[in-house]
Each structure stands twice: as C-alpha cells, then as structure tokens.
C-alpha cells in the first residue's frame, strides 16, 4: 500500500518502484481538494450556494473517514450527472 499526498510525481515513484501496490490518497490533502470541487459545483458569488458547498463538501468529508471513498464518488456522480 501506498498513502500518498497528491503530487503527481508520488504517484509516478509508486508505480515505478511498488508496482502493484495500492495507492491511496491521504486525508489532508484529500480535504484540500473537497473545498476545490466546493467552488467548482457551487457558486461562490451565491451565498446560499456557497454556505450549501461548504456543507456539502463537510458531509463528504465526514463521510469519507467513517465509510471510506465510495460514498463520495457516488455523490459525485449524483452531482455532475
């Protein structure tokens, strides 16, 4: 297993050198990335819109340390479809 911080050249060492090893992305900067799609699913000029992201993105959040990523990427299915 591979627990990694997102930079792209991580991932590329991982494949290299761990070949099969599963990669996962570590929870900070995964958090990092939520308030990214926060502003990109919801109108940040919009306070209501915002204030929903900002919720939104929490709900995943919590809902990604308790139930791992599965949850999240069916919501963001629901989201973008």
């Known amino acids: 297993m591979f627990l990694g911080d997102g930079a792209p050249c991580n991932w590329n060492l991982a494949s290299l050198h761990l070949g099969r090893a599963v990669q996962m992305l570590d929870f900070y900067p995964a ?5 990214e799609g926060s502003r990109a699913l919801y109108r940040q ?5 915002k204030a ?3 919720r939104w993105v929490a ?4 809902s990604l340390k308790h139930d791992g990523p599965l949850p999240l990427l069916r ?3 629901r989201r973008v479809e």
């Open 31 to 35: 958090s990092e990335h939520g308030g």
């Open 45 to 49: 000029e919009d306070l209501p819109q």
């Open 52 to 54: 929903w992201g900002e």
């Open 59 to 62: 709900q995943r959040l919590e």
């Open 75 to 77: 919501a963001l299915k």
